[in-house]
């Protein structure tokens, strides 16, 4: 027999070596019990800052179906503030203001310590008249075809209803082109609209740009003195500036982003923005006199305003607000979607000529709006759609409409009219179109230009 002997040094060893491996399964589950409870707290981190982000957004739904429900833009107007508390025990503060033609809403989502902001654009949707292609407000007399005009989608016109016409250098269609629903209207008018934010916006700008404006305390101001021709860049425009003062024309090249607090430049002169010149977000740039707008310049929500006129030269391409009696797009210029373009006279002088003119190639995609209270001729008071242009969203014309291009949309104009020497045509398309099955789904309009005062999100800043 043999016997399994200790051999000398190593008595007691099983005693560490099981005392070791403790220690080691120790130490593997408090490490496992770390991570858990890293990952747990990850993991309540994660729902904590997604329960804020909700928040945020909701508060900003709430907050939209509140003043759509009670119609009331006066509490707007001077900055509305709402709050919201929801049984998930998150919440939000919502504050609503004007931002030209549009309403920005501001939203601080809370749960528990976690807190997220949004800011959007928001915009109405569109009433029933806008599902016609063509609302022709005239009482007096037909809507005449000749040549290459049609429309796709319902018309709605005066009592004379719709007819073609015989014009030299012009095919006679042989029927009406119409494809849709002619209804005729005893008194056919256009959507009503509501002048109280734009009236309201535009006076503010025009306040700022005579001084009248008195500044809150904690607004940071610089004013740059009287001059012949101003450069304005980056380090002039600083990220904690809310208003830039100029006396004198002005070039600005910088670049400008604002999500949250917004920036006004306030220019008592011309204006020319040029590469790189951008602006993303709240940015308002107001002018006394012409601003132009040169080729790669980028724009994104901002704001455009002018007494006089604006215009994009060849081949600029923005996403704004351009607010002005006389807006100008060159050839292969264009206006991305949600511009507004907006043609107005509040606080001018009545016999101010008003005018926008899309060049051919000029592409807008948003609205097309022409506000007169004026008592000049339509003809003082035109939308003018060059061959090759395009609208992809609606015209609304106070005035008369000029349309040789192409609208992806729908048309609302007290009248059209061309000139073809020596004589003037009103009531007449010669070769412009209107498809409305082209108008995108989701498309919402500016505030006031619709029946419906029903709110949505129009973008995110």
Known sequence: ??????????????????????????????????LQLILRRVALMEIGKVKAEYAAESGIAKSLAEVGAANDILRVLSGLNLHFDSEDESRSDVELQPWGVYIRARSEGGFHQFRTSLTALTACNPSSE?????????????????????????????????????????NTPIQIPIKGTLRRDQRPDLV???????????RSYQDLLSGKIKMGGDAHILSLGSGIDFLVD?????????????????????????????????????????????????????????????????????????WKSVELKEGATVSAQLIAPSILLKSGSRAQYPSALISTIVGLPDSTRQSIFLSDGAQVEGFVGLYSTGLSAQTDRLITVRPGANVT????????????????????????????????????????????????SGYLVPYGFSTTKELDVLDWL
């Not at 009503?192 to 535009?202: G, H, R």
């Not at 740039?285 to 305003?305: H, N």
């Open 192 to 202: 009503p609209f509501d002048t109280l934010l734009l009236a309201s916006q535009v």
């Open 393 to 440: 969203g609606a015209i609304f014309s106070g005035g008369a409409v000029t349309l040789d291009g192409t609208v992806q949309g729908c048309v609302m104009t007290r009248d059209f009219y061309f000139y073809e020497p020596p004589t003037k045509y009103f009531g007449w398309l010669r070769s412009g179109t209107i498809d409305r099955t082209r108008l995108p």
């Open 234 to 306: 980056h380090r002039i425009i600083t990220d904690s500036l809310d208003y830039l003062f100029i006396r004198g024309n002005v070039t600005i090249d910088a670049k400008i982003a604002r999500s949250e607090r917004p920036l006004f430049v306030v220019v008592n002169g011309d204006i020319l923005l040029k590469e790189p010149f951008t602006a993303s977000g709240l940015v308002a740039i107001l002018g006394s006199g012409a601003l132009t707008i040169q080729e790669e310049v980028k724009i994104d929500e901002a704001i455009l305003y002018s």
């Open 130 to 170: 806008f599902d016609n292609a063509l609302i022709f407000a005239n009482a007096t007399h037909q809507l005449v075809f000749t040549g290459s005009a049609g429309i796709l989608g319902n018309v709605l016109t005066g009592q004379p209803g719709a007819t073609v016409g015989n014009l030299s250098n012009y």
């Open 1 to 34: 027999m043999f016997s399994r002997g200790i051999s000398p040094g190593q008595e007691g060893f099983a005693l560490p070596s099981v005392l070791l491996m403790i220690t080691l399964l120790s130490l593997v589950a408090i490490s496992v019990l770390g």
